[in-house]
């Protein structure tokens, strides 16, 4: 340790004692893995092959964890279903893969309750009640780290927690949801609808049975919920988070999203901005999860199958982005992997501190400012385009362009209109009264292009 | 602090002792700065505009300091040339930020000698020296943070050490120099000689009066080695690293790689390999700076300008990509103001500890195997392509493609051949008789084909 530079960019640095202190202690750090599913395998593997690593894997916790054994864990692992053998031993870092808010928020409580930290890759639960958990981890002076909530493998909550802590972020953007990622990628690429898209998903492995969560934009909002408290230091409820479907996207919005230079991608976003009668910053939340257009050029265009990516912008540093696998098994593992050795960490040096930013608390809105893309099926028949261009103009809304596919059939024409920027709570007005129009064959699709 | 999620996705967690406390000694952190340029500014300028933060800037060192001076930093604010007045002070931090290797080292370790931890943007010095620096921060436990030395503003240093400490790296590629990138593109976008490209980047500001430290890939190289520290866990010297000029790149060259459907990038790459007679892992390290062929697919094809982009490559977490501005005063000074930052937490904690993972000393060499592009320039004749294709079979060398724009000039015609997959060796040993071929107007520039 005396010439080498030991790959501490950050915090290694700090002195610890002496090498051989940091040896000992180093061997000190029991882990229990409560969930042996595909992440909790992957955890459980990780720390099996790593070497070097002083953390040490002493319990599994699974229901009918008879049928989850696995021979390639030392025999010193204790099995059990019984979360209080975990609580009673002498673990000292809990780590929930176990998904769910009940009973995962009472077991964690009672972990932290009984002097142990904790690491979770539960993102609905640290949406739902994450400051509570982090107040009792305060008070019984533990930790709950929760990297592996957003964005599976990418490291992106210290990099907001840490790597851009000198900045003044304002906005976080990104593709949070991998299974929307892949459904959306597959429409546009093999031309199929959608429900067909979501079908090789599931197939794949990419989409649940049960795909609503990931569809309708519920979990991509409790991670962008994660998001703006880490690096917005918003108090935002995911529940305030307007969340839109992707399942209206049809192969046909490609082509004409192509048209304008443009892709379609669920697109999650949350920006500060100033009230507009006030000079304080930072008073409104506009934040949405939903399906959206976004240039060909911009790196959200890019991300392909169900990799993830954010965009972070700061006052100071610009943009910055991170990107990488957002789900799987091996990477979500690596990201609980990074909070157990963080845990360490702070653990060996007692308690640890931070900074604690000012909580905003603004008021949240999904009104963005923005071009619009509606796109209509119609029994086509005289007059339409001029009913629909009454309604806008009555509204004070600008169209941009009217785009028609050559060679649709007459009883299902889709075609589009696009519309100069405007708010997107005028859109919803007029197409309230669009949408009786008797010549729809179905509501019109309407997507704000960023 | 009870109910509010407090913006803490890694450390803050970890239970401080009390909300009074915590505010107390968060007062508690003074700042020098040593160098007081561009990035010096910006980082007073964060120091000085940021709300909440518990930073306070007492100390500003410049040579001719009185020329420096400005009215937007406080009056109480001591303005100084003298290096003894920031050691002898109550500072807790000093800022190094003024670059070069020589007095820097010298006061950086008194600085560390007289208990005060140590923040640098300077990544000749980490490169040169910073195991020294590290192993005195230890013994005087203090620490030294570097995260401004690479990639500027990209928080890649704690993403690697932190964020993915869970996975196993094998491989960081990635841009990391601006100014190469910059002009690179000036030539592919704008077909003009390298000569005017580096001009316009001159005057511009993205490229130094003397540019040899980026052209040549040097600047480049000690960030390499610094990320192979990190990441990689390996003790690499940055003079051990090939690093080859992209001078020699013209626009030529570019409308070749696009018909391989390839742009030609200034790229850094540490790749760790098993040593192909034993099964242990990563005793061979792949390192070099150097301009090469990357496909237009690829994200380290796409950065614009003088961003800069990393990809870390991991046996868990798969590839991890991290972007954004590598250089530029306020980004850099948001990687320093970052660094500030986690110097105070850990202060606050008394020591740190960071698992000290086993370094590897692997051997270095840039004998990488891919394809590779050789363009000639030659005065025209028959039997040209029989010459070359005889020396590259004798070598056991299989040519892939050869390609000739149509057009150009006899006495000066640039073509292509494209060789499949083998050693950069074997094709040195080829050009070394290639080259005294009395048809070649210049010597072949030689690329590899990632």
């Keep these: 340790m005396t010439s080498n530079l030991d790959s501490t960019g950050r915090s290694s640095a700090a002195g610890a004692q002496d090498g051989g202190r940091q040896d000992d202690c180093a061997q000190n750090c029991n882990v229990a893995l409560v969930g042996f599913g595909t992440v909790g395998s992957s955890v459980a593997r990780i720390l099996c092959e790593r070497s070097n690593t002083h953390l040490r894997l002493t319990h599994v916790l699974n229901r009918?964890?008879?049928?989850?054994?696995?021979?390639?864990?030392?025999?010193?692992?204790?099995w059990t279903e019984n979360i209080d053998d975990?609580?009673?031993s002498g673990v000292d870092v809990v780590v929930e893969v176990m998904g769910g808010l009940q009973p995962t928020e009472d077991w964690i409580r009672r972990v932290l309750a009984s002097g142990k930290s904790v690491v979770t890759a539960n993102k609905q639960l640290i949406a739902h009640c994450g400051p509570e958990l982090i107040a009792l981890a305060r008070q019984m002076k533990q930790q709950i780290?929760?990297?592996a909530s957003v964005a599976g493998g990418v490291p992106v909550i210290s990099?907001?927690?840490?790597?851009?802590?000198g900045d003044e972020l304002f906005k976080i953007c990104g593709i949070l949801n991998g299974t929307c990622n892949y459904i959306l990628s597959q429409i546009e690429t093999n031309g199929v609808p959608f429900a067909t898209a979501l079908r090789e998903a599931q197939k794949l492995g990419f989409a649940e049975a049960d795909p609503t969560e990931d569809i309708d934009g519920l979990d991509a909002r409790a991670k962008l919920a994660i998001l703006a408290r880490v690096g917005l230091h918003c108090d935002v409820k995911a529940t305030s988070i307007v969340a839109r479907s992707i399942s209206a996207i049809d192969a046909v919005d490609f082509q004409y999203a192509n048209q304008l230079?443009?892709?379609?991608r669920q697109i999650s976003w949350a920006e500060l901005r100033p009230e507009s009668n006030t000079k304080s910053k930072g008073d409104i939340l506009f934040a949405a999860v939903q399906p959206a257009l976004v240039e060909l050029s911009s790196p959200l265009a890019r991300v392909e199958g169900s990799k993830n990516l954010v965009v972070a912008t700061g006052t100071y540093?610009?943009?910055?982005?991170f990107g990488g696998h957002g789900a799987g098994g091996h990477p979500t593992a690596v990201a609980v992997v990074s909070d157990i050795l963080a845990?360490?960490?702070?653990?060996?040096?007692?308690?640890s501190y931070a900074a604690q930013p000012v909580e905003k608390t603004p008021a949240v809105t999904a009104d963005f400012t923005t071009k619009h893309y509606l796109r209509f099926l119609v029994k086509d028949r005289?007059?339409?385009i001029a009913s629909l261009a009454t309604i806008l103009s009555h509204c004070g809304i600008n169209i941009d362009s009217v785009l028609q596919k050559p060679g649709c059939p007459k009883p299902h024409l889709p075609f589009l209109i696009t519309l100069e920027e405007c708010k997107a709570s005028l859109v919803d007005q007029a197409l309230q009264q669009i949408n009786s129009l008797d010549f729809l064959v179905q509501p019109c699709l309407h997507l704000p292009i960023l």
């Excluded at 990099?159 to 851009?164: D, T, V």
């Excluded at 230079?261 to 379609?264: A, E, N, R, S, V």
């Design 64 to 78: 009918n964890v008879a049928r989850k054994k696995v021979d390639w864990l030392p025999s010193s692992v204790q």
């Design 86 to 88: 975990v609580l009673s």
């Design 145 to 147: 780290q929760f990297g």
């Design 159 to 165: 990099g907001l927690h840490e790597g851009l802590a």
């Design 261 to 264: 230079g443009c892709t379609i």
């Design 317 to 321: 540093g610009g943009e910055t982005v």
């Design 343 to 351: 845990v360490a960490r702070a653990r060996q040096c007692g308690t």
């Design 382 to 384: 005289p007059g339409i």
